[in-house]
């Protein structure tokens, strides 16, 4: 049976096991909406703004550590939800945005309600596409921990260590994680202001936010260690200030977070490690109990 393009779309979207779609109709897409009115398995969240569809969608994976995905129109529709796109990009959050164009044969020629929509997202985006064809949905590229033994390697041989912790440890859920971690190893932790909540600030392990705005204790530790271990943070510019200056003491930098992108991209990273925070922490700490235990017998 032949099936139409908003027929593969809502398809593909129950296949997946999307149970929520938040959008604003247009005329772009609304043969889709035609094909969500006619099945009941996705859901479709109206909403009054494509920016607030995006935001929606945003908000929906936060809370439910699912995929958010958003539908909108061509054009106005599009250039209303970069925003949305952008703070999802940034906090690394996964999101599926659909969006309607012009007619293919109509593509570059300033028809009706047409922008460049690959082009506008493609700064805020890990992937874009203008389909023309069936292609496959799998928006989620899950990372594996494989450098798990040269991270412990490292943080056992260290004599000035450190753990540093960002946003990512809120997102993804791991503050139980990054407690017993810290406590597993005994290091000083720090983390950043959106990391903050991440780890009890009354342990005496904690030694404050870092950053322009943090304590002294925690941007000296930060400084001088020889070995840090980076939790979902970005080494953004109030934290770590002049990369050049940064790297004036030697250190070994092992770095966790879910997206491959922020991995060495300010600073040169020793021990990359790719995935959902709390699942690597959890590995970190089993790893780390079975390597006491051996030395321990």
């Known amino acids: 049976m ?57 908000g929906y994976s936060r809370s439910t550590d699912k995929t958010g995905v958003a539908l909108v129109t061509s054009g106005p529709g599009v250039t209303n939800a970069v925003t949305g796109i952008a703070t999802a990009y940034m906090d690394s959050i996964p999101l599926v945005v659909i969006t309607g164009q012009v007619p293919t044969h109509a593509i570059g020629l300033d028809a009706f309600q047409e922008c460049d929509t690959v082009g506008i997202t493609r700064p805020c985006v890990k992937h874009n596409f203008l389909v023309k064809d069936v292609r496959s949905y799998n928006p ?27 946003g990512g440890v809120i997102l993804g859920g791991a503050s139980e994680e990054l407690t017993q971690l810290v406590h597993t190893l005994g290091f000083p932790c720090t983390n950043t202001l959106m990391g903050l909540g991440g780890f009890p600030a009354t342990d005496p392990q904690f030694l404050g936010m870092l950053g322009m705005h943090g304590t002294y204790e925690a941007n000296m530790a930060m400084q001088h260690c020889d070995v840090l271990l980076a939790i979902g943070a970005r080494f953004d510019d109030r934290v770590i200030g002049n990369p050049r200056h940064f790297f004036e003491e030697p250190r070994t930098i092992i770095h966790i977070d879910i997206d491959p992108s922020s991995i060495s991209k300010r600073v040169k990273v020793d021990v990359p490690i790719v995935g959902n925070v709390r699942e690597v922490l959890q590995e970190l700490i089993r790893h780390l109990q079975a390597t006491r235990e051996r030395l321990d017998a």
């Open 2 to 58: 032949e099936l139409t393009g908003a027929e593969i779309v809502v398809r593909c979207l129950q296949e997946e096991g999307v149970e929520h779609v938040f959008g604003y109709p247009g005329g772009a897409v609304l043969f889709i909406y035609d094909e969500l009115f006619k099945q009941d398995k996705v859901k479709h969240v109206l909403v009054r703004h494509e920016q607030a569809a995006v935001h929606a969608a945003d």
């Open 140 to 166: 989620m590229i899950k990372g594996h921990p494989g450098q798990i033994k040269k991270a412990i390697q490292a943080l056992m041989k260290a004599k000035r260590p450190m753990i540093y912790t960002g």
